[in-house]
């Protein structure tokens, strides 16, 4: 497929969802919205509409891709589900978690969508617009972030232009997405166990309550999943956390009673924050101050998850 020198923004209505589904099954790109972030998807069982998104985003080969799936008779397809998994399945499926599972030998997936790995990363999101795609294009879809690698992830149509730009061929105009934080990872180990691979809108207490008490400590040098890398969701300035004050060339994004340039919360709401998360990010990155502060943020349920990409946007 040729690349536009923009991509076309379309409504998400039925013509544009038949578009992008005709897009995905002669193997490009597409931005779309899912209730975490925007999603770059394109055909999981094409090595060749895979590269792609590996080739926009820059990805490293390693670094394993989500693949988003209509139901759990898909998933099935794909990987082996247990008992716990369609426990998981029927308590946050359609939803913002995702589980990593053995892959099934004939799966039918690109190589790439698991880098080599015996596991692959499913979601089954709950967004109308992500669930329409899937529903108009009848296939599996790798939909990593719609962003470069490393930096921002996007929730809003215009930051996945501004960071993709030609690279992709369509963008599904969702408006900005809900919870504005990826989905959570938990990985289901042989026998019980389980690892929480990355924080997210679904809490380790949740997934504890179903599963028993997190029963041993991920190893985070293992990439298994997206979202592990020491260094992620970068605004290109160097980023202070836990700071109540900023210095003289700090945009300073608040939450409750810290003000700053803009706040996550003024009224201390941490899912308020998640959702604005990444918007204040791009605020601040295109601030012409050299660097960002961050006020604290409270260390438990959703943010510890906020805090997770802060680390990682630091780093």
Same mark, same amino acid.
């Given at each position: 497929m040729t690349f536009a020198s923009q991509p076309d923004f @379309?409504?998400? #209505? /039925?013509?544009?969802?038949a578009m992008a589904a005709q897009v995905l099954r002669a193997g490009g790109l597409v931005a779309v919205p899912t209730e975490t972030v925007y999603g770059l998807a394109a055909r999981?069982? !094409?090595?060749?509409?895979v590269a792609a998104i590996f080739r926009a985003k820059g990805r490293p080969s390693f670094n394993p891709l989500i693949v988003h799936v209509a139901d759990l008779a898909a998933a099935d397809r794909l990987a082996i589900m247990d008992e716990r998994a369609r426990l998981l399945a029927a308590r946050f499926w359609p939803g913002a978690l995702?589980?990593?599972?053995?892959?099934?030998?004939?799966?039918?997936?690109?190589?790439?969508?698991t880098a080599g790995l015996p596991t692959v990363a499913l979601r089954c999101p709950a967004h109308p617009v992500m669930r329409a795609l899937l529903a108009a294009s009848d296939l599996? *879809?790798? %939909?990593?972030?719609?962003?470069? !690698?490393?930096? @921002?992830?996007?929730?809003?149509?215009? $930051?996945?232009?501004?960071? +993709?730009g030609e690279a992709i061929d369509l963008i599904v105009d969702g408006g900005a997405c809900e919870l504005g934080l990826e989905s959570t990872i938990v990985a289901l180990r042989a026998g019980d166990g389980w690892a929480q691979l990355r924080p997210g809108p679904v809490s380790e207490a949740e997934i504890a309550?179903? *599963?028993?008490? *997190?029963?041993?400590?991920?190893?985070?040098s293992r990439i298994e999943a997206p979202g592990q890398l020491a260094s992620h969701y970068s605004p290109?300035?160097?980023?202070? =956390? #836990?700071?109540?004050?900023?210095?003289?060339?700090?945009?300073?994004?608040?939450?409750?009673? @810290?003000a700053g $340039? @803009? !706040? =996550?919360s003024a009224k201390g709401d941490i899912a308020e924050a998640a959702t604005r998360l990444y918007a204040a990010l791009h605020e601040? %990155?295109?601030?012409?101050?050299? !660097?960002?502060?961050?006020?604290?943020?409270?260390?438990? /349920?959703? /943010? +510890?998850?906020?805090?997770?990409? *802060?680390?990682?946007?630091?780093a």
């Open positions: @379309v409504a998400p #209505d /039925g013509a544009g969802i999981a069982d !094409s090595d060749v509409a995702t589980m990593v599972l053995p892959l099934r030998a004939d799966a039918g997936l690109a190589a790439s969508v599996p *879809l790798a %939909a990593p972030s719609a962003n470069r !690698s490393g930096a @921002v992830s996007p929730t809003r149509p215009e $930051h996945v232009r501004a960071s +993709l309550a179903l *599963l028993g008490e *997190l029963p041993e400590i991920t190893d985070l290109g300035k160097p980023v202070r =956390l #836990d700071a109540d004050v900023a210095g003289p060339d700090e945009f300073h994004i608040g939450f409750g009673p @810290v $340039h @803009v !706040s =996550l601040a %990155a295109a601030s012409p101050l050299a !660097s960002i502060a961050v006020a604290p943020i409270p260390a438990e /349920g959703l /943010g +510890l998850a906020v805090r997770d990409r *802060l680390r990682r946007a630091a």
